[in-house]
């Protein structure tokens, strides 16, 4: 099974930063696409940032110019570079990927991390 797993998470004031990682393993043969997302309690998940297989990147219009969407294909890696942060951008942050799983796979398969709690707080 494919898994994800999530790291850089923590407390911090606001104005600094923080770098989140995700990390993949297991059968998969090419990647659409890897993501964050948050969840802040009592909100929706809302997505953060995506990039693709052809390093497009979409950011949250409350994030653009201060967070950084990264991948790493060889490790298959995604990070997120969090800088200038604000208290609401406190949530828990969930990483996504999209993937095919063989090489003649139609269908796309989608796994989330376990995900990793960004405090924001002086």
């Known amino acids: 099974q494919v898994q994800l797993v999530e790291s850089g998470g923590g407390l911090v004031q606001p104005g600094g930063s923080l770098r989140l990682s995700c990390a993949a393993s297991g059968s998969i043969f090419s990647i659409i696409a890897m993501g964050w997302y948050r969840q802040a309690p009592g909100k929706q998940r809302e997505l953060v940032a995506t990039i693709t297989g052809s390093d497009n990147t979409n950011y949250y219009d409350s994030v653009k110019g201060r967070f950084t969407i990264a991948r790493d294909n060889g490790k298959n890696t995604v990070y997120l570079q969090m800088n200038s942060l604000k208290p609401e951008d406190t949530a828990v942050y969930y990483c996504?990927?999209?993937?095919?799983?063989?090489?003649?796979?139609?269908?796309?398969?989608?796994?989330w991390g376990q995900g990793t709690l960004v405090t924001v707080s002086s």
């Open positions: 996504n990927v999209r993937y095919y799983r063989t090489s003649v796979s139609v269908r796309y398969l989608e796994v």
